[in-house]
């Protein structure tokens, strides 16, 4: 199922395992609401596509949970990381909308993640990413003219050295 093209979006979920595990998912998920946290403020992309989903979703889990959007936006979504694997519930009743790059960030060795991205469940993208459009913006002033011309023989480009 795909709800948009475009969208670099990774659902994640801790949990939904305990409390549903001891009972079937269906009668867990009966009557009840699941917390979709969006980690970006109301407006943009992600949380209009996180909203969609939201509408959506509860008709594919079993026993039909309502599923209400909540916007914790902070730190890039790494403060919903954080908060999804340190105090949110872990019984399946909360999961998540993370953007691409944040699981990234703590194999990156960023000390502000203070998360194991191994410990969520990935429960699938919005998009397949084959067929999705890029776009790069280079400056003017750089020296890049094509897409090849990009790619430096020097691990960083040095912006001072630039053209004026």
């Given at each position: 199922?795909?709800?948009?093209?475009?969208?670099?979006?990774?659902?994640?979920?801790?949990?939904l395992a305990g409390a549903a595990r001891a009972q079937g998912v269906?009668?867990?998920?009966?009557?009840?609401?699941?917390?979709?946290?969006?980690?970006?403020?109301?407006?943009?992309?992600?949380?209009?596509?996180?909203?969609?989903?939201?509408?959506?979703?509860?008709?594919?889990?079993?026993?039909?949970?309502?599923?209400?959007?909540?916007?914790?936006?902070?730190?890039?979504?790494?403060?919903?990381?954080?908060?999804?694997?340190?105090?949110?519930?872990?019984?399946?009743?909360?999961?998540?909308?993370?953007?691409?790059?944040?699981?990234?960030?703590?194999?990156?060795?960023?000390?502000?993640?203070?998360?194991?991205?191994?410990?969520?469940?990935?429960?699938?993208?919005?998009?397949?990413?084959?067929?999705?459009?890029?776009?790069?913006?280079?400056?003017?002033?750089?020296?890049?003219?094509?897409?090849?011309?990009?790619?430096?023989?020097?691990?960083?480009?040095?912006?001072?050295?630039?053209?004026?």
């Amino acid at each position: 199922m795909r709800f948009s093209r475009g969208v670099s979006a990774v659902v994640f979920a801790l949990g939904l395992a305990g409390a549903a595990r001891a009972q079937g998912v269906e009668q867990f998920y009966k009557g009840r609401t699941v917390q979709l946290v969006i980690p970006t403020s109301p407006g943009g992309n992600y949380d209009l596509n996180s909203r969609l989903v939201s509408r959506h979703l509860g008709r594919f889990i079993p026993g039909n949970p309502n599923v209400v959007p909540q916007n914790v936006p902070g730190a890039g979504g790494m403060l919903v990381a954080q908060r999804l694997a340190n105090t949110m519930e872990r019984d399946g009743s909360v999961i998540a909308i993370l953007e691409r790059g944040t699981p990234q960030l703590a194999y990156e060795g960023d000390s502000n993640a203070k998360y194991d991205p191994l410990k969520f469940n990935w429960l699938g993208s919005l998009s397949s990413y084959s067929d999705d459009a890029y776009l790069v913006l280079v400056m003017a002033r750089h020296p890049a003219r094509d897409r090849k011309s990009t790619r430096l023989n020097s691990s960083h480009t040095d912006i001072s050295r630039m053209p004026s």
